[in-house]
């Protein structure tokens, strides 16, 4: 037990939460990630309860709670403007696991036994809002002292009820930059095989969070050092060995490059978007294929290969359409800078005006500083991209369709080059109205 004296900060309805269940009766605890993050004075939106109400009883103070989860003693109550419900779960031990995630069932418990079933030992951490203790049964607040991930009870078992622990361990590893306890390292490492149970959806989840957090270099490093990587990604795996030029790339061979992007953009970009960062993981991942079919001579058209690789990467991933098209035209277009001096400006402005364009700009940096460092294209097009910001240019489509077809011209293939050929001309300001656009269609496409 651990008496704090720093006032530990909770939202109303959580505080409505607890006093709901002590008036009643209940023993009721702030419980994982909130306790953790309130010891290493870092912010928290997770905010769950533990009590030893049973979810019948829980249901019957908490009318409007959602039940999916009653079966595993689990129940969500929505909080109005509050993106998440809160969750209070009832002091339970698991039976046995069937499928690497859920337990066959559940018997409730006491609150040691309930701490004996959670992941880690930094999770594994109760606050008693009334004492203003922490309860702590398996050292997590010295494991926080010693910056160790370590499983609590048999490391082994705990990744075998629940195989996304894998991953976790290796989430809060590099997002704390904790190191991982010797026995929970060699336990991943031997149960790596074991993500293949895990749905694609949950290791999004977790590999958006390592990625878009303060270090996914360390995450990718103990990932590919623990069998994960080879799991899960192993398009990454291919990566190491392939030789690149000492020239422009005399930081190494092209896994030690995407690194090193991955370091870039993560300095450059604390706050990024998943987009961003999976683009910049992927944008050399066409790579290998290259060499292959120039017998090692050469990566020309490696961003084509990367686009139909990122692509497949992403259906496996369970991502979005427009996630996947936005990350697939990242890796496509990352070598379209060093053409930008000999761009038309129509072409140059289409290049510039695309959907997230600022996130590609991050990346085009982030590759430059982890090779050759040039950044002349880089800074031609960034001051480019912020006149444009100043002045849309969406709005340079002058005519449509239907005024060919009122110039008497007959729908077909031939609109299209009409019509990108006055679009052209418009974002070149060398046409600036609509009548204008129309006189040169009559003049030049019109019999």
């Known amino acids: 037990m651990i008496r704090t004296n720093r006032p530990f900060p909770l939202p109303h309805y959580v505080k409505e939460a607890l006093d709901k269940l002590n008036k009643t009766g209940f023993v009721a605890y702030i419980v994982g990630g909130n306790v953790r ?18 979810p019948d009883q829980l ?36 039976l046995d696991y069937e499928d690497s995630r859920h337990p066959r069932g559940i018997e409730l418990a006491s609150p040691l036994e ?19 203790c922490i309860l702590d049964g398996v050292d997590g607040a010295l494991d926080l002292t010693r910056r160790v991930i370590r499983a609590i009870g048999d490391p082994f078992e705990r990744f075998k009820e629940d195989a996304l622990r894998l991953l976790r361990a290796v989430r809060f590893m590099a997002n704390f930059d904790f190191i991982l306890d010797p026995n ?13 149970q895990v749905s694609y959806e949950r290791i999004r989840e977790e590999f958006n969070l390592m990625l878009t957090g303060p270090n996914p270099v360390l995450a990718l490093k103990m990932l590919s050092e623990l069998k994960l990587l080879n799991f899960i990604l192993p398009e990454l795996e291919k990566l190491k060995g392939v030789e690149q030029s000492p020239v422009y790339h005399p930081e190494g061979d092209v896994w030690v490059h995407t690194l090193k992007v991955m370091e870039y953009t993560a300095k450059q970009n604390p706050v990024r978007s998943m987009v961003m960062a999976w683009g910049a993981l ?8 290259a060499a292959t079919r120039s017998g090692g001579k050469n990566f020309i058209g490696h961003e084509a290969d990367g686009a139909k690789i990122a692509s497949k990467i992403c259906q496996r991933f369970k991502m979005s359409k427009h996630d996947t098209d936005l990350i697939v035209s990242f890796v496509e277009d990352h070598l379209k800078f060093k053409d930008a001096f000999q761009m038309r400006e129509s072409t140059l402005k289409r290049f510039l005006s695309q959907e997230a ?3 590609l700009l991050a990346i085009h940096r ?23 910001e100043e002045t849309p ?9 239907s005024d060919l077809i009122h110039l008497g011209l007959t729908p077909g293939p031939k609109f299209s080059e009409i019509l990108r050929t006055i679009e052209d001309l418009a974002l070149e300001n060398k046409l600036n109205t609509k009548e204008e656009a129309l006189e040169f269609v009559l003049k030049h496409f019109v019999e």
């Open 37 to 54: 993050d309130f010891l290493l004075n870092r912010e928290t939106k997770d905010h769950d309860i533990a009590t030893n109400a049973t």
């Open 59 to 94: 249901c019957e103070l908490f009318p409007k709670a959602i039940q999916v989860g009653k079966a595993f003693g689990v129940l969500k109550i929505p909080i109005k403007d509050v993106a998440y419900p809160l969750e209070i779960a009832s002091f339970r031990k698991d």
């Open 114 to 132: 309930d701490v004996k079933r959670r992941d880690f030992t930094i999770n594994g951490l109760f606050y008693d809002p009334k004492t203003a």
């Open 184 to 196: 929970t390292k060699e336990a991943i490492r031997s149960r790596s095989n074991l993500i293949t």
């Open 282 to 289: 992927l944008h050399d991942i066409g790579k290998p294929a």
């Open 357 to 359: 364009f600022d996130d």
């Open 366 to 388: 982030a590759d430059s500083m982890a090779s050759d460092g040039n950044l002349a294209f880089h800074e031609f097009c960034s001051s480019y991209y912020k006149k444009l």
């Open 393 to 401: 240019i969406l709005s340079k489509k002058l005519i449509s369709g």
